[in-house]
């Protein structure tokens, strides 16, 4: 009988090293994660730069692969399927690339589990804590652009809810936040007092798609949390990124997401430039730690 077939896709680079930090660390990981393989790890990287070659797609490849009970297990970056020569924020080129990891040895996946780190709205801190849900909400920073390299959303400033993702989430336990809480990181600036791991279906990550510039964030990330709020959606603001809305249309199998939470919506420059490094690294570890002391649950289910 074929394993069931979990893939875990992260976004950048810099995010997945934490969370392949902690899948590999016994100290971090439940004893119920097994078989542990580098498949591609460490990973080198090459900058590109133009007036050098258009280099060819790399392979599409995991970083890790492991067991969870029944279960096979994938980990992937996606920004390391990615060609270099293109910018590693375009939304068009994490769909192009992404079903190299979805149909990776021709069985279609169980569960597809987006990860990254994200800011969010909320009324209190949340710096350090992970949100988890299973549905999203995309909006295209530019609707209305003929550029190319676009990406047009399938379903864009709507609900995109995921039924056998919101079974998998009702049926985590309270008592499973507990061991992944006690790992948690705190990060330098503003960290939540406790950091908490939260689930529930009425969180919903919203994703700006189509931002290649940073600059751009301040304004279109607005823009979305007011689509958001037009629409009345019945929800949380869970979360706010780029990518967790790309990976949920690359597949119709059953999805959750997985957020690290580094900075309260609109403060990225307050809570996250100054220390980039640690706050990004401390806030995708527990991500990471979330995602490992979920998964015995998530395999079961």
Known sequence: MTAKRIVIIVNKWWECDPITSVLLHDKARPAEIK????????????????????????????RLTFTVGAASVELWCLEELMNRSVNSSSSAEKARVLPGAINYGGTQPVMVIAMGT???????????????????????????????????????????????????????????????????MVPPIAPAVPMRLVFGNGYISVGIVNVTNYDDYIWADDAAIQEFKQKAVHGHIGSVETTHGIIRSASDAPFIFISGITDAEGAFDYQVAPRVYAQNTACAHNAGVALAWLLPSIANL
């Open 35 to 62: 078989d542990l393989k580098a498949v591609r790890y460490p990973t080198q990287r090459v900058k590109w730069k133009v007036g050098d070659e258009v280099p060819s797609d790399p392979e599409a490849l995991p």
């Open 118 to 184: 994200a800011g969010i709205v909320a009324k209190e801190n949340m710096n350090g804590s992970v949100v988890v849900g299973s549905s999203v909400f995309i909006h295209d920073a530019f609707p209305e652009s003929i550029a190319t390299g676009m990406w047009k959303p399938p379903q864009p400033d709507m609900l995109i809810a995921s039924a056998k993702g919101a079974v998998t989430i009702g049926g985590l336990k309270d008592f499973e936040r507990l061991p992944a809480e006690g790992r948690f």
